[in-house]
């Protein structure tokens, strides 16, 4: 899960992401509300953590603007703001939950992984279940051992069934992207869940229905 980190006090940033890396979630750190539409631009995310009082664009204003362009992910300010005013105005700005700091971080971990399972629920594929949230991967009722890239690959395969995932978007979950490193990673998925995967030479792959 992919979380995009507004916050531009260093000390709390820097505890924020050692919390949620070591509960497996990938982080990104950013300072101010410019950053963020550069981010989100580039990338997708499964959730948003916003600081409010940032530079250059405050985590409000920035939501506004992200909500604006249809981008629904769910978002938490995390703020020393405390008034109703404030909070009011944040719901308005259309955050799913408002943490104030000092904050338990416990507290904090407890709400992000209800929000995430809400959004993320399981994909059934013939005889596979994909937990998104518990990225577990069942076949048969039994629990497939996949690396971290090849669960990565099958999530955007399965995410797109029936639809040509370009090559250049698996080669962003790579460690060392090529066209052969990617052909072995699908013949594999192929030949351990017995995955129906076709081939547009030069473009990408699709996971077909059965």
């Known amino acids: 899960m992919k979380i995009l980190l507004l916050e531009d006090d260093a000390i709390l940033a820097q505890t924020m992401i050692q919390i949620l890396e070591q509960e497996n979630y990938d982080v990104t750190l950013v300072e101010d509300g410019e950053e963020v539409l550069e981010a989100t631009y580039e990338n997708r995310f499964d959730l948003y953590l916003f600081d409010i009082n940032v530079p250059l664009l405050n985590g409000m204003n920035t939501l506004k603007l992200l909500r604006n362009a249809d981008d629904n992910t769910p978002t938490f300010f995390i703020t020393a703001l405390r008034d109703t005013a404030s909070i009011l105005e944040g719901f308005d700005c259309g955050c799913n939950d408002y943490i104030k700091k000092p904050f338990d971080l416990d507290e904090l ?41 090849e669960k990565e690959i099958f999530s955007l395969l399965i995410k797109n069934i029936n639809i040509t995932v370009n090559k250049s978007t698996f080669f962003e979950y790579m460690n060392k992207p090529s066209d052969t490193a990617l052909r072995v990673l699908i013949s594999k998925l192929k030949k351990v869940l017995e995955l129906n995967i076709t081939n547009t030479k030069g473009i990408g792959y699709k996971l077909e229905t059965l």
């Open 109 to 149: 971990l407890a709400r992000i992984k209800a929000i995430l399972k809400r959004q993320n629920p399981i994909i059934k594929y013939n005889d596979i279940t994909f937990d998104l949230f518990e990225n577990r991967i069942i076949k048969e009722d039994k629990e497939v051992s996949l690396g971290i890239v």
